[in-house]
DNA sequence: TATTGTTATACTCTATAACTATA
DNA sequence: TATAGTTATAGAGTATAACAATA
């Protein structure tokens, strides 16, 4: 189905479209593999970041946009709860409901993960022929506003791997 | 250190290295969450891959490469050998070694990812405008080659993240 | 002795099902 | 009844330590 319904309008070819799926999946790997630390999840540091840029969420919410179950949100709340980077206080407005923040510390732990990660992109782009690192950043100066906006709507789409809430 | 070492070379200043990282990042959650599927982990989609490009290796090599332990790797592998989607025998030059391969059915399930993966960043790109997806186009036509480049030079260094071998 | 791999054990992260408490 | 969240339980995936077999 994603094919038919691009393949007439789409100015981007059938073929192209390949290419950046494989890209994007090598990237990815990438990502995790070489510039990712280990010290909490990926799901734990993507809850943590939407706590930090849109404030102070429900665990069902946050369940929701982490694509995760709510169990499994508990869990992980109650685990980086333990380790003093985020914070649960009731909903004044109802009774059955939490709201989870990010602390002090959980920011300092981002902005780490944030100097770690540009460190060691930046050794991994000192290691290409400056050609190659002036074509990516080139590319980056024109396609970065698009591919925000590619990841701004992907995680409108809403999580599709969410499982359902219950 | 991954800064100073890059600084006074690098054609792509610092500001851009922190855009990139943080580009990659989101990309990544993006990819994983949007693109993936939970069928297998994304280690042993790797090894797959690996396999199905390079053919057999040692159990040994492919821990080293997928940045897992040895017991780590011995475990995926008789998973995966459970599901049909790896073979293992014995190395004919080495007594203690195990030769591992992807079968057919493990190609096929490969196949299948791919074309699931290309589906979904379709159907992301159509609700894109259509500027935007003729910039990333034009973006990926330019910096591909680069970015594999990338991505081999980072395989190459090794998972910064690997454990010690034993 | 060194290398290849397995077994034993434990922890994190996830899911589904069953439950409690509030709306 | 429906919603918000927790508890119980189980499985995948990972690590380290200790082991067996071969080089």
């Given at each position: 189905m994603g094919d038919a319904a691009v393949e007439r309008v789409s100015p981007v070819d059938r073929e192209r479209r390949a290419e950046i799926a494989d890209l994007l999946e090598q990237l990815a790997v990438l990502a995790v593999r070489?510039?990712?630390?280990?010290?909490?999840?990926m799901t734990a540091a993507s809850a943590l970041g939407r706590l930090a840029r849109e404030g102070p969420a429900r665990l069902t919410a946050l369940a929701a946009d982490e694509g995760v179950s709510q169990p499994a949100m508990t869990q992980l709340v109650q685990r980086l709860t333990k380790q003093g980077l985020m914070a649960r206080v009731a909903d004044p407005d109802d009774g059955r409901a939490v709201l989870v923040s990010i602390t002090d510390a959980g920011r300092r732990l981002l902005a780490e993960r944030r100097r770690d990660r540009v460190a060691r992109l930046s050794d991994l782009l000192a290691a290409l022929p400056p050609e190659d690192q002036t074509t990516l950043a080139a590319a980056v100066d024109s396609a970065a506003p698009a591919l925000r906006r590619l990841v701004a709507a992907a995680t409108d789409l809403g999580g599709r791997s969410a499982p359902p809430a219950g």
């Open positions: 070489q510039l990712g630390r280990r010290d909490i999840s």
